[in-house]
């Protein structure tokens, strides 16, 4: 009875415990006890409001935790938990980063699956700008290349284990025992029913060998070889060194599996004035290693890279010398020097000279005690020059020039550059150059010599003379010559022959010997079927003196051919020069169409029988006029040509008068000129895409009586007869109140038809009000003293009352003034008759 009290005691002691460090679990000293499985969702979330009140998240409170007791299961387990509850009750911002808290106890996850943990090690990066030309400091402030340790590689055989450490023990065969056991801070570890073990100081393997002889003692089984013993590092303690020189110096906390390199990287690398060449690694009091990075980065030795121990110190010194090298290498920068290394090892660092160096020597700015000096380096001491601490190294571009170039262009078959070679002659060249072509011109050849002063000269040679062993021709030739072989026929005037008229393609054409009519005529694509028998041909005359009593120009050449058929019997030889026009016959159009609509007995398409066909005559041939048609609603459409348009915007429209123009000012001209093009662009538009034709009107019972009557007009190709229906209602638009059809009454007037609309609108200008009649013809009010006369309505037409323009009203300033001047009137009128 007693051990169920004190059992039950116990329980409620650790359930108080956990309540209590749920409460407060940053605030906690020993969470070994807590069970994240007994905690309820309250007390979850009063750990998530915990953290938020220290603004800190689940991940940032890890390390402490572990530090405090709290497994790495259970943290996993309260992580999860957490991250959890944040998913359910926070916003969408805090969703994404429960999100990455997800993403990491993944992460955890996976490693988990290896059987291997360690402590995230993080530093940021920042990429220095000041030490950027120092040869190696992109090995430290790249963010990509941290050195960090692979935890997923076998364990070390020579790993030493210490405090902080953790050995996954199992035994599997007949007995199965399966353990995480920590390395404790006695660097011991305990193994249930085998008892404590010592391993701190050991290596992996020999503390392996000393644990299954251990357990062998316990287990007969692990004895007789019936179970097997597996012993395997779990998680990786966390060890501290000291750096000191670096840009980050100070203690770091970092995997016990570190190198020297990841541990640099993390410090950033050498300070400002740190050497890359002399790095120490002190143990124990003592320098353990001289560590030179530029082993690494020049030959990618990692001999240096040694692992690192508890209380380790890496020191970086100040550098001894540093040289720099700029110009024409493949790696320029600034570079450290040892003691006893030449030139050569410096041109090593800077990976050689770049392709477009000049080699032969270099240029070094040196520093004295108490000025700059210059000294070269020739190529034959660069094993041999020491660098001194401070030396600029120059290393300077080629000439841009050739010491064994020749040049030959024109009329061979293979112009281009060549080797020159001391003794080469013309005939050598030419050779080299494939020979000549058919065209070239033996007679002469040119050479452009480049003299000693730099200035050039020519130097004529007899080409064919030197192709046939004359050495006085052949004359010798020196470096950067350019020869140039002429062609005959680049002194050939380009001749050019003219076609038009009647042909399928006119225009200029390359003249040919011997070229014939018949030849240019099959050229241009053969002769139009509107091609006439007459062709004339302008010919240039030719004369040394002038000719005063014959002021002719040319000489007209007259011929007669057969229009249907390209090859000419006679065929007449064409002269350079010469233009060819071949008329047109003297009747030959297609037949052209009018349309004929609306209230015709035939309406449709006619052809224009002649060139005077009249309305008349087509609206007979369309069978007449029908019943239904309005002998007062005939018009013609015509269409508006492209070239009227043209026209119309070459026209200077004159709209102001010339004097006012020629006083203003220069500005103001100028924008006269732009509204003046603003208007004749706005006119063209609308005649292009809005009217596209304009309207005739036809009195068609004047036609009747009379044919010869003026609205019997001529028509023109595209023409539109067009008949109205006859309607006998009257259309009343613009500015009144009702758009709106009023039926016809005979002796009705103008004002009966607005006032059965509801008369104008207030912005209705009544007085320039006017009728639109069937036929297209129009007519306005007009009035005469106080009388006004409208125009007469007729059945189907359209009244039409525009919109009144509207004027500026004058502001208050405008009538000041004139006030002012009428005051100033009325006083001078007082002081006149005073």
Known sequence: MKKIIYVLALFFTLLISFNANAQDIIKSK???????????????????????????????????????GMSQVEFDKLRARVIEYERKNTSDKDKDKSKKDQDKLKKTDKESEFGRKQEKIKNEKIKDSLNALIFGSELFDNPTLNFEPDLNLATPMNYVLGPGDELQISIYGVQEYNANIPVSVEGKVSIDYVGQISVSGMSIEAATQKIKAAIARVYSTVRSGQSQVSISLGKIRTIKVTIVGGKQPGNYSISSLATVYNALHLAGGPGKNGSYRNIEL???????????????????????????????????????????????????????????????????????????AYTASVNVLQKTGKEFKVHDVNESEYSSYEPQSGDVFKVTKILNRFENRIKIEGAVFRPDYYSFTEGMRISDLIIRAEGLK???YSKRARVIRLKTDLTTEIVNVDLGAALSGDLNADIELKREDIVTVYSILEFREEYKVTIDGEVKNPGEYEYFENLTLNDLVVQVGGLTGSASKRVEIARMIKSDAIDDADPKRIELVELEITADNNEQVKNFVLKPFDVINIRRMAVYEKPEMVKVSGAVTYPGKYVLANKKE????????????TSIANLDGMKIKRPIKEEQIEQLESINLNLEKKETLEKKEGALEESNLKTKDTLKSKLSKKLRDELKYTTIPVNWEKIVKDKNHYSNVTLFPGDEIEVAVYNEGVKVTGNVLLTSEIPYRNGKGFKYYINSVGGVDSK???????????????????????????????????????????????????????????????????????
């Open 30 to 68: 020993d969470l070994s006890t807590v069970k994240v499985d007994y905690l309820s969702d309250d007390e979850i979330a009063k750990i998530v409001s915990q953290l938020k009140s220290n603004k800190a998240t689940i991940n940032d409170v890890e390390s402490m935790a572990l530090s405090k």
């Open 282 to 356: 002190i143990r124990n009091n003592k320098v353990y290693k001289n560590i030179d990075i530029y082993r690494f980065l020049i030959k990618g030795d990692q001999s240096d890279n040694v692992s690192l121990k508890e209380n380790d110190v890496i020191r970086i010194p100040a550098y001894t010398q540093r040289v720099t090298v700029e110009g024409e290498v493949k790696r320029p920068g600034i570079f450290e020097m040892r003691k006893g290394e030449k030139f050569s090892d410096l041109l090593n660092f800077a990976s050689g000279f770049n392709e477009f």
């Open 438 to 440: 058919e065209d070239a």
């Open 614 to 625: 009249r309305v008349y005559n087509v609206v007979m041939r369309a069978g007449g006029l």
């Open 764 to 834: 209705g200008w009544k007085r320039k009000a006017y009728i639109i009649y069937p036929n297209g013809k129009a007519a306005v009010t007009s009035s005469f003293l106080f009388f006004r006369s409208y125009p007469k309505v007729e059945p189907d037409s359209q009244i039409v009352v525009p919109e009144k323009p509207e004027k500026k009203k004058m502001t208050a300033g405008e009538w000041v003034g004139i006030g002012s001047v009428l005051a100033s009137l009325a006083l001078l009128i007082v002081t006149a008759f005073k």
